[in-house]
């Protein structure tokens, strides 16, 4: 148990629509980052936040957004859901700002599926 | 464009046969290379942190060395508990804290 949690786990929704994401980090890690899983592309980096604030953006569409709230929990908003959104969502988290040991800590994600 | 490429994508090992899982990766600045381990609906996993060519760490059957172009993930004698998805991921310079992953390649170990 790496400490993350996702909710939820699994989430089935039709094209159009707007879903959120959550992720509770590791006690004591102010840094929280998004991560998209598909057979196709891997993992692909969309957002980080540092103790309420974004530090990096990757790939993420403009259809989507992210939030780190003051409890220090994130949220990923997915809105207009196409059916390429379909994928695994992983948050991880880190208690540093840079991760130069690379050592993020990953939620078992959100698998996302849009019919 | 930093990029990161593993191969094979794919490999099946008998229990005690050892082989290498390679890395290559094109990034502007090298700040470190990352070992991951994804079991099937699990998040990745750290495994080690490579900073510059020479570098090695080992852990139990696993080993990872780093040149300036590739990396190497050896593993010795595998067991069927090491079947899993081996993820590389390097940290360009530039790219601030991101880690950019690889595909990674689906390793299954048979008794």
């Known amino acids: 148990d790496s400490g993350v949690t996702q909710t939820p786990k699994h989430l089935i929704t039709a094209t159009g629509q707007r879903v959120t994401l959550r992720c509770s980090p590791r006690s004591g890690d102010l840094s929280v980052y998004w991560y998209q899983q598909s057979l196709d592309q891997g993992l692909q980096f969309l957002i980080q936040?540092?103790?309420?604030?974004?530090?990096a953006k990757g790939n993420i569409l403009e259809r989507f957004s992210a939030q780190q709230f003051p409890d220090l929990h994130s949220e990923l908003n997915l809105s207009s859901l196409e059916l390429g959104d379909s994928a695994l969502y992983f948050c991880a988290s880190s208690v540093v700002v840079t991760v130069n040991t690379g050592e993020l800590f990953f939620g078992e994600g959100s698998r996302l599926t849009v019919l | 464009e930093d990029q990161v490429t593993q191969s094979p994508e794919a490999l099946r090992l008998q229990e005690g046969e050892s082989s290498s899982l390679n890395c290559s990766y094109t990034?502007?600045?090298?700040?470190?290379l990352f070992w991951y381990r994804q079991d099937p609906g699990k998040g990745p996993e750290f495994l080690f942190t490579?900073?510059?060519a020479g570098e090695e760490k080992e852990k139990e059957r696993l080993k990872a060395t780093l040149t300036k172009k590739e990396s190497f993930l050896h593993i010795t004698a595998p067991k069927p508990e090491d079947s899993a998805t081996y993820l590389c991921?390097?940290?360009?310079?530039?790219?601030?804290?991101?880690?950019?992953f690889g595909k990674g390649t689906t390793l299954s170990v048979s008794s």
């Open positions: 990034v502007s600045g090298l700040r470190g």
């Open positions: 936040y540092y103790n309420g604030e974004e530090r």
């Open positions: 490579l900073y510059s």
């Open positions: 991921a390097v940290q360009a310079r530039k790219a601030g804290t991101a880690l950019i």
